[in-house]
């Protein structure tokens, strides 16, 4: 596998070696022992999720404080902008956005770490996105700042307006959110 880090400390590409033949393709998706070997970070893995978007579906930017969720994504089925941000107030990248396409056919992964939004759309007709954490889902910790914040202004690669659920629409902007230290 191959690390590559981004320009915001901490969050980094990850892309696994992928062989192919004439029958399709075989990758190992994860690999704790060689995840921390070749990343560093040692974590442990709360839960798993996986979401189905139609093309056009934006969802984000979340995060959860306290007890904040490390990320790692990956797009099991069509195409995604996947869309990191930092949210940690006393880091020079405050408010600062990494985004970048995952899919199906890229095998690329991305780590989020503890103190970032995490958020994206879909590209594609369809796209399945799966994602390890390192904490639980806790309801009452359950944040987001909004997609389309100035302050942030994330290049999202859409060209009609998103489709949002409630929570993402109302979402605060980067100013009012309760972000980290």
């Given at each position: 596998?191959r ?7 901490g ?73 990191a ?26 780590w989020i770490?503890?103190g ?26 359950d ?6 914040d ?32």
């Open positions: 596998m690390v590559t880090e981004t320009e915001l400390e969050v980094l590409l990850i892309e696994p070696d992928v062989f192919t033949d004439d029958r399709g393709s075989f990758f190992e998706s994860f690999n704790d022992e060689r995840f921390r070997a070749e990343t560093g970070v040692e974590r442990s893995w709360a839960q798993d999720n996986q979401s189905r978007s139609r093309r056009g579906v934006l969802r984000g930017l979340h995060f959860q404080n306290p007890t904040p969720q490390g990320k790692l994504v990956r797009c099991v089925a069509g195409e995604i902008w996947d869309v941000v930092d949210l940690r107030r006393s880091s020079p990248a405050f408010g600062i956005w990494f985004g970048l396409e995952l899919s199906s056919e890229n095998y690329k992964q991305l770490p503890e970032f939004a995490h958020g994206f759309v879909t590209l594609s007709h369809r796209a399945d996105v799966a994602y390890k954490t390192t904490a639980p889902y806790l309801p009452e910790g944040r987001a700042v909004r997609w389309d100035p302050e942030i202004a994330i290049e999202w690669p859409i060209e009609e307006p998103p489709i949002l659920s409630q929570k993402d629409r109302d979402a605060p902007l980067l100013a009012d959110s309760v972000t980290f230290e």
